[in-house]
T-cell receptor, first 114, second 115 residues
Framework: DSGVTQTPKHLITATGQRVTLRCSPRSGDLSVYWYQQSLDQGLQFLIQYYNGEERAKGNILERFSAQQFPDLHSELNLSSLELGDSALYFC?????????????FGDGTRLSIL | AQKVTQAQTEISVVEKEDVTLDCVYETRDTTYYLFWYKQPPSGELVFLIRRNSFDEQNEISGRYSWNFQKSTSSFNFTITASQVVDSAVYFCALIGEFGNEKLTFGTGTRLTIIP
């Protein structure tokens, strides 16, 4: 158990809809990262938050947004969903914003768009 | 730009055989960190090891060992006396110390241990 909690584990929805994925980092970790894992793109970094502030952005679509709340949990919002958004979405956390610290991953949320 | 190449897409070995997973990386950073993660069939990503660019000592943890060679930009992972529980997808990843804080993953190697 990594200590990172992601909910829900599975999500099935339709095209055009909006969903929210939730992540609770390990106790004491200030950084939260979001990743998308798909068969064609592999593991792609989406966005990082550190202590409530956006710290780094990767290949995140404009239809996607995220935030980190004062209690350090984070939410990833996906809107106007398309079939290609079907993927496994991971959240990871680390103690600080230093890249050298290992990121510990949650179990992921599997999103299926019908 | 950073890049991690795991040329072996899939490997199958018989249980108790040794197996090495290759990882080659590219970076312009002087200081950087390399990682290995394991993704078992259940889907979670499990951190295995971190190595920094200034430490080229090999590391051994039980049946797992890692060989970091800066001269060839490689960070290979060997499993000795493989077991069925080692069946998983293994990812190598890289992050620079400054300027690029994005963790870049390779495409992964699917390892199947045949009983």
């Amino acid at each position: 158990d990594s200590g990172v909690t992601q909910t829900p584990k599975h999500l099935i929805t339709a095209t055009g809809q909006r969903v929210t994925l939730r992540c609770s980092p390990r106790s004491g970790d200030l950084s939260v990262y979001w990743y998308q894992q798909s068969l064609d793109q592999g593991l792609q970094f989406l966005i990082q938050y550190y202590n409530g502030e956006e710290r780094a952005k990767g290949n995140i679509l404009e239809r996607f947004s995220a935030q980190q709340f004062p209690d350090l949990h984070s939410e990833l919002n996906l809107s106007s969903l398309e079939l290609g958004d079907s993927a496994l979405y991971f959240c990871a956390s680390s103690p600080s914003d230093l890249g050298r610290q290992p990121q510990h991953f949650g179990d992921g949320t599997r999103l299926s768009i019908l | 730009a950073q890049k991690v190449t795991q040329a072996q897409t899939e490997i199958s070995v018989v249980e108790k055989e040794d197996v090495t997973l290759d990882c080659v990386y590219e970076t312009r950073d002087t200081t950087y960190y390399l990682f290995w993660y394991k993704q078992p069939p259940s889907g979670e990503l499990v951190f295995l090891i971190r190595r920094n660019s200034f430490d080229e000592q090999n590391e051994i943890s039980g049946r797992y060992s890692w060989n970091f060679q800066k001269s060839t930009s490689s960070f290979n992972f060997t499993i000795t006396a493989s077991q069925v529980v080692d069946s998983a997808v293994y990812f190598c990843a890289l992050i620079g110390e400054f300027g690029n804080e994005k963790l870049t993953f390779g495409t992964g190697t699917r390892l199947t241990i045949i009983p």
